[in-house]
């Protein structure tokens, strides 16, 4: 499913737009939306282009904020995209 959601976003058919949120995952994920805008039930990371599923009343961002932590952090810290004050 997800590989049917690049092929759309390569086509143009979705889009990531940036959201607006509390959280600080949204710093390195967009939304997918399609041609009217409306979201799509899932997001990209910024940093790996990893397409997540996302839903603000079941799945939150507590997976996003996981692959950010677990998967993603070599490639954060590589590319400086998140902002870490503390360095382990
Ligand atoms: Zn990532």
């Not at 143009?12 to 041609?35: H, P, Q, R, Y």
């Not at 799509?40 to 961002?61: A, N, P, W």
Request: charged share 30%.
């Amino acid at each position: 499913m997800a590989d049917n959601m690049k092929k759309d976003l390569a086509s143009g058919k979705l889009k990531t737009v940036e959201k607006e949120g509390k959280s600080a995952v949204w710093k390195s994920f967009d939304l997918v939306v399609n041609a009217e805008d409306d979201g799509v039930g899932f997001v990209q990371c910024k940093v790996c282009k990893l397409l997540m599923e996302y839903d603000s009343k079941t799945t939150g961002t507590s997976s996003l904020q996981r692959h950010l932590e677990k998967s993603c952090k070599p490639l954060a810290a590589a590319g400086d995209v998140l902002r870490q004050p503390k360095i382990n």
